[in-house]
């Protein structure tokens, strides 16, 4: 399984690169997108983390049909559902105490978020809970930064996106995860540009190039250290 998702999430890196010219000139909008996409990437490990008893297996086969709705960027059918399946808002009402009545929140967070529903996406991936897997509850908590970027809410943006990649790493066997972490703090740093704050940026950038030394970012961010340090 570890293998398959480093694959996977080595394929993801590769898109992220192709979306960096885009990414510098829409930047709010594109850092929802980019949360939301680790988390369709790693939608399979939800069956082997999260769910486990009866109750969650009901609640996970409610989940499916929302599930591939959203990879489908049929957002609005994810959320509600129709006659055939429970959308995650039915998930997350029906199915409290379980896992995936807990991941349902945090997909309906994202599905609000791709319709630029922002108090609706900070209200309920605010109240999805991270749980100790490497790649989703790292990816919903970096979305609810972004969602709080969306709002003008810079600073607890930051703070979450920090948050995330510090999770990110703490679950990395070494402590050091080269495949999200930097993206987060990458995301992190071009907010406190936003808010001219320079030197906390630039830290961030350095701590990339040092701590990140094998991510696909090191690979660039002498870029942004140089333009940050001529400003």
């Given at each position: 399984m570890a293998k398959q998702q480093a694959s996977e999430v080595s394929q993801f890196e590769q898109t992220l690169n192709k979306q960096e010219a885009f990414l510098q000139k829409y930047r709010k909008q594109a850092l929802i997108a980019v949360a939301a996409l680790i988390v369709v990437v790693a939608g399979w490990i939800v069956y082997k983390n999260f769910i486990s008893e009866p109750r969650e297996n009901k609640a996970a086969t409610a989940m499916a049909k929302a599930q591939e709705a959203f990879a489908q960027q049929d957002f609005q059918k994810a959320l509600n559902g129709d006659k055939t399946f429970e959308?995650?808002?039915?998930?997350?009402?029906?199915?409290?105490?379980?896992?995936?009545?807990?991941?349902?929140r945090g997909y309906a967070g994202l599905c609000y978020a791709q319709q630029g529903k922002w108090q609706e996406a900070i209200k309920y991936l605010d109240?999805?809970?991270?749980?100790?897997?490497?790649?989703?509850?790292?990816?919903?908590?970096?979305?609810?930064?972004?969602?709080?970027?969306?709002?003008?809410?810079?600073?607890?943006?930051?703070?979450?996106?920090?948050?995330?990649?510090?999770?990110?790493?703490?679950?990395?066997?070494?402590?050091?995860n080269n495949s999200l972490s930097p993206i987060y703090l990458i995301q992190a740093a071009r907010l406190l540009e936003s808010q001219k704050k320079t030197d906390e940026a630039l830290k961030i950038?350095?701590?990339?190039?040092?701590?990140?030394?094998?991510?696909?970012?090191?690979?660039?961010?002498?870029?942004?250290?140089?333009?940050?340090?001529?400003?």
């Open positions: 959308g995650f808002l039915a998930v997350s009402e029906n199915y409290g105490g379980t896992d995936a009545a807990n991941l349902a109240q999805f809970s991270p749980q100790s897997d490497a790649v989703i509850s790292p990816a919903m908590v970096a979305a609810l930064g972004n969602a709080y970027a969306n709002t003008g809410k810079i600073d607890e943006a930051i703070s979450k996106l920090k948050k995330a990649a510090d999770m990110a790493d703490s679950r990395a066997a070494d402590g050091v950038y350095q701590q990339i190039k040092e701590k990140y030394v094998n991510s696909a970012a090191s690979q660039e961010i002498d870029k942004y250290i140089e333009r940050i340090s001529n400003k």
